[in-house]
């Protein structure tokens, strides 16, 4: 069901995509997200999966991404960046792997002011939404909440 979850939620990525940001020329979809999607309806009861983890950090991550990119050395930028993306999620608890790797493309794409709010944290707040609704759903079907007295 993991997989299912998944098509619906890119479905539904696409769409927003399509449909809400593309005619604005920007984008609520990239590479990372995929690994989003793995821990959300793979391992939905992991920590790095809590919607915490996932909004803070990539909140975390891009901005010491921001900060990396406007105020460090020139040499080094995407180790800096990844390593400080990591450094961070430690200290305020929030670990979340893909948000990592958004740093890296961060500076790898050069993004700017409006990086740090998509596609990384839009998609991954879309996906979120999906994952708790998809939650939702299968805790209302599932034959343990049918059960009857």
Not at 67 to 87: C, D, E, M, Q, S
């Amino acid at each position: 069901m993991a997989g299912v979850a998944a098509l619906v939620s890119f479905g539904v990525l696409q769409a927003f995509d399509e449909i809400i940001f593309k005619p604005r020329d920007m984008s609520c979809m990239c590479p990372p997200l995929a690994a989003v999607a793995v821990l959300l309806f793979s391992l939905p009861n992991a920590p790095a999966s809590s919607p915490r983890n996932v909004i803070a950090g990539h909140l975390v991550s891009t901005f010491v991404a921001y900060l990396v990119v406007n105020y460090g050395p020139i040499a080094y930028l995407r180790p800096l960046a990844t390593a400080g993306a990591i450094a961070a999620m430690a200290i305020t608890g929030t670990t979340h792997p893909p948000a990592g790797a958004y740093a890296y493309l961060y500076v790898d794409k050069g993004m700017g002011l409006m990086g740090m709010l998509t596609p990384g944290l839009t998609g991954a707040l879309i996906l979120v939404a999906c994952q708790q609704l998809w939650l939702l759903g299968a805790a209302m079907y599932s034959p343990i909440a049918k059960k009857t007295d």
